[in-house]
């Protein structure tokens, strides 16, 4: 019987991916870039985006038709520093690498590059592409909208998705800058993440149609595909606590995700139609690189933002706290302490990589079947 939380190595987590995303019938090419966004997650402790949703938001929608494992990556437009794409509900993260990919060639040849998405899927943990201009001597942006999941302030019907907007910034540190969050309080990964482990999500995150704080995780996915739960926005519920700013972001996302690119948004993405049927969820994103070099010399820049960092983390702490950290900070302990173990795999995950694997009728054993 499964009952405990097993570390299991990278390499083995990550072969397992690629062979069911190609068991599935994504190219192999394609799997692979899958596959990369997913451990990349795990690898940076984001255990909300990682292994853990390869069954419920990959696997499943591909085997129910209401995602393509096949990815026709359409250039819709395409305008000196700006592209639109069609994703054509092909697989999102080839979706997203190969816009952020268009969109670091366009800063090379402009300075900045833009290019929105319509019609596209999942596309995994948002950082994982302004990275990507990072690692170019770039900053990157991207953002995604997704379901309704996220209430207005004094509303309580879920409207708009999760809707991270993530920054990356090159510094002279071993780490870069990313701000890799949603803009509700609490993203839907994490809430799926403790429904998994038999966890209840904290008060005051999610709320019903009366305005009642909802508790109960398993409850509040079923509540949330039905509309009749809702993520409170960064800030919380009201304007005293400054619930309006995390509105005001998610909806700057909404807007970005689809007015450029003349995609879905809002209710469309709700993945139900008029009969309760499950249909594709045609998400937009948007992707931004800056070429560093076009305003300054890249060196100073990355001392520049090392300094703002080094300085915020070096400022008084309140009592009782040890130190204070950086965006991104955390994600690069997270590797340091993970590298050597792998991920953590929850019970609940342990049995959705046992389901996949006999389905599949793939040659794996996992360490949480040999105790």
Known sequence: MIEDVVWVDFDLLEAFMVDVFKG???????????????????????DSHGVGRLKLIYYDRIMKGTQSPLTEFEVVRDVKATA??????????????????????????HGLGMVVARNSTHYGYAAYYPLMAVAEGMVGLSGTNARPSQAPTHGVENMLGTNPLVWAFPT?????????????????????????????????????????????????????????????????????????????????????SAAF??????????????????????????????????????????KTTGDILRALRASAKAPGKERIYTCGEKEWLAWEERKGKGAPIDPGTQQDLIAMRNALELDYTFPFEKR
């Open 24 to 46: 599935v019938g994504v190219p192999e090419a394609e799997a692979r870039v899958c596959a990369d966004v997913l451990i990349g997650a795990d690898k940076r402790g984001i």
């Open 84 to 109: 639109v794409v069609d994703g054509h509900n092909g697989m999102g993260m080839v979706v997203g690498r190969r816009c952020m990919e268009m969109a670091i060639e366009k800063a090379k040849q």
């Open 172 to 256: 002279d540190e071993e780490f870069p800058f990313t701000n890799d969050y949603a803009t509700s309080v609490i993203q839907r990964g994490k809430i799926e993440q403790w429904a998994r482990e038999g966890k209840d999500c904290p008060a005051g995150l999610v709320i019903d149609r009366d305005g009642n704080s909802t508790t109960d995780s398993v409850q509040i996915l079923k509540d949330l595909i039905k509309g009749t739960a809702a993520l409170a926005p960064i800030g919380g519920l009201g304007e005293e606590t400054g619930g309006y700013k995390g509105y005001g972001f998610a909806t700057v996302v909404e807007i970005l």
């Open 261 to 302: 690119s003349g995609g879905a948004y809002l209710k469309a993405l709700g993945g139900k139609d008029a009969d309760g049927k499950d249909i594709p969820i045609p998400i937009g994103h948007f992707f931004l690189a800056i070429d560093v070099e076009c305003f300054t010399d890249l060196a100073d820049f990355k």
